[in-house]
């Protein structure tokens, strides 16, 4: 496979689940991205990782919790959601290659809904 | 305030004609990066146009180009001889230097034009 690819591509889950979605970048990219895209709102940064080290936490809630064991894959661990966090989360990878011009490429998303 | 601005939440435009999609920013970074993104009903981001904010140059990439106004603080999307398959929703993000000698940085998005090409 290439580029960026995420499963799954849709999931439905009660508030009490435990879920996980799942983000895997075959571009030898060294930072990956979480993106939460909710309706007629703005694409929001979640979170940031760089050569494996979480860099950036967006004031995101405790039930969002990332991981990520190495440069190629990156989780997003679910539990306790609210209706309101259903939305589209994209996952994206960059080089980093430390300017301004750090091309970030996306995969295609999971759409999660939350009953 | 908004970073970005997309003041077009939706636009029809007639299949081969040239159309533009605004975009401004507000930044008090020196370094900087401007970037188009198309987003078709699939939901996957692809990725069309970079800026940098010391490019001289306007970035042109196939149909795409992008009319850079730094003064105006604009960055529109010129898309020409436009195609059925151009309909989708456009992004506009902006990527700050926040860390000195640079570091992965989030994207900042805009909210976005639906652009629906016509036959």
């Known amino acids: 496979e290439t580029g960026v690819t995420q499963t799954p591509r849709h999931l439905v889950m009660g508030m009490t689940n435990k879920k996980s979605l799942k983000c895997e970048q075959h571009l030898g990219h060294n930072a990956m991205y979480w993106y939460k895209q909710s309706a007629k709102k703005p694409l929001e940064l979640m979170f940031v990782?760089?050569?494996?080290?979480?860099?950036e936490n967006n004031s995101v809630p405790s039930r969002f919790s990332p991981e990520c064991p190495n440069s190629s894959h990156l989780f997003l661990h679910l539990h306790t959601l609210q209706p309101e966090d259903s939305a589209l989360y994209l996952c994206?990878?960059?080089?980093?290659?430390?300017?301004?011009?750090?091309?970030?490429?996306f995969g295609p998303g999971t759409r999660l809904t939350v009953l | 305030a908004q970073k970005i601005t997309q003041t077009q939440p939706g636009m029809f435009v007639q299949e081969k004609e040239a159309v533009t999609l605004d975009c401004t920013y507000d930044t008090s970074d020196q370094s900087y990066g401007l970037f188009w993104y198309k987003q078709p009903s699939s939901g996957e981001m692809i990725f069309l146009i970079y800026?940098?904010?010391?490019?001289?140059q306007n970035a042109t990439e196939g149909r795409y180009s992008l009319n850079f106004q730094k003064a105006r603080k604009s960055a529109n999307l010129v898309i020409s001889a436009s195609q059925l398959g151009d309909s989708a929703m456009y992004f506009c993000?902006?990527?700050?230097?926040?860390?000195?000698?640079?570091?992965?940085?989030?994207?900042?998005f805009g909210k976005g034009t639906h652009l629906i090409i016509q036959p």
């Open positions: 993000a902006m990527r700050e230097a926040k860390y000195s000698g640079g570091g992965a940085d989030g994207l900042t």
């Open positions: 800026q940098g904010s010391y490019d001289e």
């Open positions: 994206a990878s960059s080089r980093n290659s430390g300017g301004p011009g750090d091309t970030q490429y």
């Open positions: 990782y760089n050569f494996k080290e979480q860099t």
